[in-house]
């Protein structure tokens, strides 16, 4: 038997295996997420509602973008101005 046909079986559960289970959908209801239908704030759905409202307002982001820029964040926070303030409590200090 080749080597390839040994080893295809094992790569194709290796893959089944690595594969997520559809990024175990987080729901959110503006800066809430949703927790077993009770809304608990997340840093994950406050950025993802700080690129909504970016979004509304002319930029091309994304949630994941702000979570990784904490300057694209700051820019973010200040352009909504305290429409965000839970997002941006840091970036509108005083």
Avoid: H, W
């Avoid at 046909?5 to 959908?25: H, K, Y």
């Avoid at 994950?44 to 979570?67: H, P, V």
């Amino acid at each position: 038997m080749p080597a390839i046909s040994r080893a295809l079986p094992i790569l194709l559960m290796g893959l089944a295996l690595s594969a997520s289970p559809v990024d175990a959908a987080i729901f959110c209801d503006g800066s809430f997420q949703i927790v077993r239908g009770e809304p608990v704030s997340t840093p994950y759905c406050q950025d993802e509602a700080l690129a909504a409202f970016a979004r509304k307002n002319g930029a091309r982001t994304s949630g994941d973008e702000i979570r990784r820029s904490s300057d694209l964040k700051r820019q973010s926070c200040v352009a909504a101005g305290d429409t965000n303030t839970q997002a941006c409590g840091d970036y509108l200090a005083d």
